[in-house]
């Protein structure tokens, strides 16, 4: 091959959200782009399988910017998401019952939801309001579109001018009180459990409170199809645009000569050069690996040692043939108590929560529904219990069997209507995304490093020229939003180093 390069082109590791997003938007800016993707499919963490005609969904359960009248939703039109895509919003979050055959209600209205908590705990009047007006103060967080008149868009960025400077203060208060210790304010045990683990427990509240703004807002629909779909369109439109795209192409190591990047050697000993390398991979396997940990400072590796990341997840799904029409739609589902405690895994658990795709027929065959529970769990455990494929096989057979036993107790009759099951283990993410001990949205957003939230991570590594980094590992908080944003915010920083005007188009 020859030594000469392209001062134009530029190599992606990874064709995740970021991967395809860096790739759309180096295109539109005239960049030669390759992308070199490990799996024969886009899309990485956000994405789903089929088994015996149900399509199980590893990720999407609402996309913030669905509404046309929302900037957010102008990056989903430049990337191709939102062509022919049609959303539902729901008027549920989540139900959850008790022991007491009480049933709390999440409703995505947020004066819905005021009345119900009052009503479920009038007891707990201070911590529900004070919760809702935190909702209400990210309401006016709300991005111009710019299918909007000029004036309109003025106005909306001056209100959300305005709202920043008169709630800054209120904002780093609530970002710094995290789902557990907010939780502890509340003395309905009911509302205190779900407030600390509706999401992550350790993550901070202030991402919960805009949730519900843009819930409320009717900005954070489903997507009908789920994920999948969504991966897709991202691969069409960046092939579309003159991308080249490489499956099963697993890299192993970034080439490097006098501190520069200058290209990458594959796992079959092939080597690609290019004037610019980007990783959108997994973050910990991009330094220490691909890497060989020869790059960096204190602040781009401090993370790796000290931030948390979102949990290692057991996922269990279910092909049912029945529809659950008593059961309302709602973007997470449905949490029930179980009679006893149990052992699944290697946690105990005293409720599950079932993801009920009732609200999405393509998921399903007619008069059918996926279902999907999400466990936490800990990667060293199947880690060591991989050493015996015997042993790591049995025990996936063994959770499956436990909670289609369990469902039982909500739903009898249920055992003998399920058609398809499917058990995923951390290992399996690992397997698939290469993404660290299986973690779905790397960092969390913790008081410890909130900090991103104003001065976004570094997307070069320090001591090597030509490489940068986008993705979940260099945009804390997860989601598919910042997952995007990290690659259009990279392509806008080149476009800059270049000297020249970054294009959307």
């Not at 030594?3 to 134009?8: A, E, H, L, T, W």
């Not at 479920?120 to 911590?127: A, G, K, L």
Request: proline fraction near 5%.
């Amino acid at each position: 091959m020859s030594d000469k390069i392209n001062d134009n082109s530029i190599i992606i590791i990874g064709a995740g959200f970021s991967g395809l997003a860096a790739g759309i938007y180096a295109r539109m800016n005239g960049y030669d782009v390759t992308i070199f993707e490990m799996h024969n499919l886009p899309g990485g963490l956000c994405t789903s399988w089929e088994r015996k005609g149900y399509t199980f969904d590893c990720c999407i359960h609402w996309l913030v910017g669905s509404s046309p009248l929302n900037g957010m939703h102008d990056i989903w039109e430049e990337t191709g998401i939102a062509e022919n895509r049609k959303f539902l919003d729901m008027d549920q979050y989540l139900r959850l019952e008790d022991t007491t055959g009480r049933t709390l209600v999440m409703y995505t209205d947020i004066y819905k939801l005021e009345k119900h908590l009052l009503e479920f705990s009038p007891q707990d009047e201070i911590p529900i309001k004070k919760f809702i007006e935190g909702v209400k103060m990210c309401l006016p967080f709300d991005l111009p579109s710019k299918h909007e008149p000029a004036l309109k868009r003025l106005g909306k960025q001056a209100k959300t001018v305005f709202s920043f400077i008169a709630d800054g203060k209120k904002m780093k208060e609530w970002m710094n009180i995290t789902c557990e210790s907010f939780s502890h304010e509340f003395k309905d045990p009911v509302l205190r459990e779900v407030f600390r683990e509706m999401w992550v427990p350790e993550f901070s509240m202030l991402f919960m409170l805009f949730t519900f703004s843009y819930l409320h807002n009717k900005n954070a629909g489903y997507p009908i199809g789920g994920s999948m779909p969504m991966s897709r369109a991202l691969e069409e439109r960046y092939k579309k645009l003159g991308g080249i795209l490489k499956y099963r192409s697993r890299v192993t190591e970034i080439i490097t000569m006098n501190d520069s990047a200058t290209g990458v050697r594959l796992e079959d000993g092939t080597e690609h050069r290019a004037a610019r390398i980007v990783s959108a991979a997994d973050g910990y396997t991009t330094l220490f690996s691909m890497l060989g940990g020869k790059y960096g400072d204190t602040k781009t590796l401090e993370p790796y040692e000290k931030w948390q990341m979102f949990p290692s997840l057991i996922f269990v799904s279910l092909g049912v043939k029945r529809i659950f029409g008593e059961i309302p739609i709602s973007v997470s589902g449905l949490t029930f108590h179980l009679k006893q405690e149990i052992l699944i895994g290697d946690k105990v658990r005293d409720k599950l929560s079932l993801h009920l795709y009732n609200h999405d027929p393509s998921m399903a065959p007619e008069g059918c529904t996926a279902i999907t529970i999400m466990l936490e769990t800990d990667h060293a455990y199947w880690k060591d219990l991989s050493r015996d494929r015997k042993a790591y096989l049995q025990k996936k057979e063994e959770i499956g069997n436990t909670i289609i036993g369990l469902i039982e107790e909500r739903f009898p009759g249920i055992s003998g209507q399920v058609e398809a099951i499917d058990v995923a283990t951390p290992l399996t993410f690992e397997r698939y995304t290469g993404n660290r001990k299986g973690s779905f949205e790397g960092w969390l957003i913790t008081p410890e490093n909130s900090g991103v939230i104003m001065k976004p991570m570094d997307q070069s590594v320090p001591g090597l020229k030509h490489f940068y980094m986008c993705g979940q590992w260099v945009e804390p908080g997860g989601g598919l939003p910042p997952a995007i944003m990290s690659g259009r915010r990279l392509v806008k920083r080149l476009c800059k180093e270049d000297k020249k005007n970054f294009k959307t188009e």
